[in-house]
């Protein structure tokens, strides 16, 4: 995962890396479409209520894509090739995303104290990421 300085970064997806974004106007797009905001999905996104629904989480995919420079046609498109097979992978690549997006500098910070040997890093991957990881094992 690559990441930019503007809160983009790139993620495979469809089996290319695909830049993503999500701008403003992005997450408008989003809230205007639901009934229910971006830090509902957020919430949902790291185990704070109910599980997202597998509609919100490729519509918010595909929205970044469109920020990342897709146009909506071929990011719906895409989105929309995908198996359900790949629901799950685009379950953590929305987290990751939601995350860079409300909390970019977290990413850098967090390198810097994992070079350092930080153990809050490293309690808060087990507290989240582990938990989502074992998920994706008993999936599979």
């Not at 989480?57 to 420079?69: K, Q, T």
């Amino acid at each position: 995962m690559a990441i930019s300085g503007t809160g983009a970064y790139e993620e495979e997806i469809g089996g290319e890396s695909r830049r993503l974004l999500l701008r403003n106007a992005e997450i408008e797009r989003f809230e205007q479409q639901y009934d229910f905001g971006v830090f509902q999905l957020f919430d949902q996104l790291f185990g704070r209520g109910d599980a997202p629904k597998v509609s919100h989480v490729r519509d918010i995919v595909a929205l970044a894509l469109v920020g990342g420079g897709m146009t909506d046609r071929a990011a719906d498109a895409l989105i929309a090739s995908l198996p359900p097979s790949d629901n799950l992978s685009l379950r953590l690549t929305a987290q990751r995303l939601l995350g860079v997006t409300f909390i970019p500098a977290a990413l850098v910070d967090g390198d810097k104290k994992k070079a350092a040997g930080s153990r809050v890093k490293k309690s808060i991957e087990k507290s989240g990421t582990m938990q989502v990881s074992a998920l994706k094992t008993s999936v599979e």
